[in-house]
DNA sequence: TGTACATCAGTGAACGCGCGTTCACTGATGTAC
DNA sequence: TGTACATCAGTGAACGCGCGTTCACTGATGTAC
């Protein structure tokens, strides 16, 4: 009931075979075994990634996964870094939107200030698409123990070295330094913006909100960003 | 490592002896499973609803289950609604608050529009509430099928007859009518006002914000529903 | 009022499931002589 | 350069776990005569 029902893999599948081999036998089943657990995750959501399954998945014994690593948790912790790193990258790309569109301008102070909160938004923007895309994925990051041992560990960050919570930061920094956000706010606003938007994916992903068309969910987006920047 | 580990209930406990039996052989034993269903979301949360750990503290064989439920689904679904109830109470209990602070004024327009601000406030309040106080029954009621068919069972009901989600959709009315609130803008607030109360309410519970303390939270608690204020 | 009977709530035993983890092993690889 | 050897990545088999669900049953209860 509770667990996740999956067809079994092909055990043929996913075998290495000519492929370069630069490792030992099977030419880095840690890699495997962590990109069989992302595809998992990423179809079925965090509690599919078994460690039976996975080892299946990468055409090896289940114990070989021992090897790699000392348990089904630190497996997990590895699948759980590899989907905040893209949660990172999908912030990462809509800041890149944000600059683009500012870069060659002369930075008046109104300009600094509008990019700031462009630079927020966009970090809450990107949250929410990949949210939208990756489903799986994104449960697989933000859920049971985010932040734990997983947001810390370095192949969290995106293409920046920044993790998804570092790019918030740095965004509402921004904010504090053209004046629209008050210094002393600035440690609560961290989490005040975060639960907006994670309150509203989740609401999608596996609350009332599923069964919602995707232009209602774009438009409540739009409309708790707007929250937040009013709010903050 | 997924699944939650719990010590195993003494048979013995539990069980009706000199009590009143209304009904055939146990007294009621589909409102015991319901019952021993609601002790374990609330020690460990949804996932510790397991069947036959739940006869098994109802003192009773495991089929025994399926003389009152189909499946273990429907008995899931049965304490969640139990578990919607207790906090559609709590919010009720914030909501009381308000009108005793209000009752036996002259309403004046002011004052109208104060209090419905106030009750808006109140029934986030009362969800945040809900959630440090019974996390596990929190997390049961608002997680994965929230709103499917639970939310319409009329077991999920408070004491006014009314769902959290009818509480929330009543104040926001009269948040309308007391004309703080754009006509238009209405269907979404419903969900932008939710979205920031249930994702500080998932970060403290299942998230980075885990490891915080009660005032601290509390007072990102305050500073959530400050943001719903300004916002909508 | 007393007895035979039908009902059906709870029993007892068993099923097959996938899971995580352990053990002693084997045999391809890289390295030292 | 060729051979013996140590390493250690992956194997094979087995463990015990709790789970949901099924079946044919039994025996206390309420009801009809």
Redesign the pocket.
């Known amino acids: 009931?509770d667990a996740v029902h999956i067809p079994l893999a092909d055990p043929m599948k996913n075998r290495p075979e000519p492929a370069p081999r630069p490792?030992?036998?099977?030419?880095d089943?840690r890699r495997a075994l962590v990109d069989a657990g992302l595809e998992l995750a990423r179809e079925h959501g965090p509690g599919a990634v078994?460690?039976?399954?996975v080892t299946r998945r990468a055409g090896?014994?289940?114990?070989?996964a021992?090897?790699?690593f000392g348990?089904?948790?630190e497996l997990l912790q590895a699948v759980r870094a590899s989907a905040l790193a893209e949660a990172a990258r999908s912030m990462e790309r809509e800041l890149a939107a944000v600059e683009a569109q500012f870069s060659g301008l002369r930075m008046t102070q109104p300009r600094l200030l509008a990019r700031a909160r462009a630079r927020v938004r966009a970090v809450g923007a990107g949250y929410l698409r990949f949210a939208w895309k990756e489903p799986g994925l994104f449960r697989t990051a933000f859920s049971p123990p985010v932040g734990a041992a997983a947001g810390a560990d370095p192949a969290a960050a995106g293409t920046s070295g920044r993790n998804p919570f570092e790019l918030l930061g740095a965004a509402l920094d921004e904010l504090v330094a053209a004046g629209a956000l008050p210094r002393q706010r600035r440690p609560q606003a961290e989490y005040v913006a975060w639960s907006a938007v994670h309150g509203l994916a989740m609401l999608v992903l596996e609350g009332p909100l599923k069964p919602a068309a995707r232009p209602q969910i774009d438009q409540l987006g739009a409309s708790v960003l707007d929250m937040v920047e009013r709010g903050l």
Not at 60 to 64: H, I, L, Q, R, T
């Open positions: 009931m490792t030992y036998r099977h030419g089943l078994a460690l039976r399954e090896v014994v289940p114990n070989a021992y090897r790699h348990n089904l948790a």
